[in-house]
């Protein structure tokens, strides 16, 4: 039923998501609230996937429901209509932005990172392949569990990261879409990218860049020539849209939020924005032209920290280590 309800109503590029393992789920029968329990919150993952002139009963009920609900990573629509139903409850202020590629303006500029790296990516016989993950034969879904535990063994995030990230699965479901990196005259698999759709209608209006993950390569900026082949590919399908995800701190929108709630996330923003992880991931986004739609997150504490507690918490990523490798001289890839 969820798979129905987010082919039917979920725009939200961050939809299909709802569906990983793990999550827990206030369900009516029109729609749902997928959230994770966390440090003392139940923490949604996107707006209520529903239909729209739904939304005002979902919240409702799930407010009824949730002891200490924390709405995160939702647009700025669905912020003020939790805080306006929230009876003084609810703090809101925005954590960043999305990056949203529309793909039916194939003359918009291409940066300068993207133009060398498609350079080098023809010469170094690079490609982009779809595969189906139920079809993958025993021996390659080890060679991308390989490619897995190398990557996160040098990343910047050192574990499988849930929530915000769906994790690898071979599930086959016929929505989402994967597809290997390859190289050289021998066609050596070295990567994977994992797309995950979104809809208007019950079609899909676009997808979610969800995986991009590469064993170490001499061949510069794989990430922009994967994201260029990626665009390309889907706006010959007539796909409207590729988002690259979350920007975490970047760009935050504070006008209108709960002043206090404000300064603390202004705060993070600047003390934050000299991470090596976030500034490599603006870097690669920023290289894309796009919409930048702000995300927010919506409240009963009047601190910030307690809601970047219980995101990493649900996440189930480690604070200190990604400080620690962030702050290192290393220049891990970005998923």
Same mark, same amino acid.
């Given at each position: /039923? ?10 939200? %590029? ?22 994770? $329990?966390?440090? =003392? ?16 009963? /979902? ?8 002891? $200490? ?5 939702? %647009? ?18 925005? /954590? ?7 793909? *039916? ?10 133009? =060398? ?15 189906? %993950? ?15 535990? #190398? ?19 071979? *599930? ?24 995950d759709p979104y809809f208007n209608g019950g079609r899909i209006q676009g997808y979610l860049l969800n995986l991009i993950r590469f064993e170490r390569t001499r &061949? ?47 705060? /993070?923003?600047?003390?934050? #924005? ?37 995101? &990493?918490?649900?996440?189930?990523v480690p604070f200190r280590e990604i400080l620690r490798r962030s702050f290192s001289s290393q220049s891990p890839p970005v998923a």
């Open positions: /039923m969820r798979h129905d309800l987010v082919r039917a109503h979920g725009s939200d %590029p961050i939809s299909y998501s709802t569906l990983q393992p793990g999550l827990a789920y206030f369900e009516t029968s029109f729609g749902y609230v997928a959230f994770q $329990r966390a440090f =003392g919150f139940e923490l949604t993952l996107g707006p209520p996937v529903c239909a729209a002139n739904d939304q005002a009963e /979902m919240v409702q009920r799930f407010l009824r429901h949730s002891r $200490r609900p924390l709405f995160f990573y939702v %647009p700025r629509d669905v912020a003020e209509l939790v805080k306006g139903l929230g009876g003084g409850r609810f703090r809101v202020s925005g /954590m960043g932005v999305d990056k949203v590629l529309t793909l *039916d303006n194939p003359t918009a500029e291409v940066h300068t990172r993207v133009r =060398g790296a498609l350079k080098k990516a023809e010469r170094g016989g690079f490609d982009v392949v779809e595969v189906h %993950p139920s079809r993958l034969t025993g021996e390659e879904r080890a060679r991308l569990e390989a490619i897995t535990r #190398s990557y996160l063994q040098r990343s910047a995030v050192p574990v499988e990261m849930h929530f915000l990230n769906r994790p690898l699965t071979f *599930d086959d479901d016929g929505l989402t879409r994967m597809f290997v990196l390859r190289q050289g005259a021998e066609a050596r698999v070295f990567g994977y990218v994992v797309l &061949l510069w900026g794989v990430y922009y020539s994967a994201v260029a082949m990626l665009s390309a590919r889907l706006r010959g399908e007539g796909v409207q849209q590729l988002s690259l995800g979350f920007c975490p701190l970047v760009d935050v929108d504070t006008e209108g939020c709960s002043p206090v709630l404000a300064r603390q996330v202004r705060w /993070m923003e600047r003390q934050l #924005s000299g991470i090596e992880y976030l500034t490599r991931l603006r870097e690669l986004k920023e290289a894309f032209p796009g919409l930048t739609p702000q995300r927010y997150f919506v409240t009963p504490s009047p601190w910030a920290v307690t809601t970047l507690l219980a995101l &990493l918490r649900a996440c189930r």
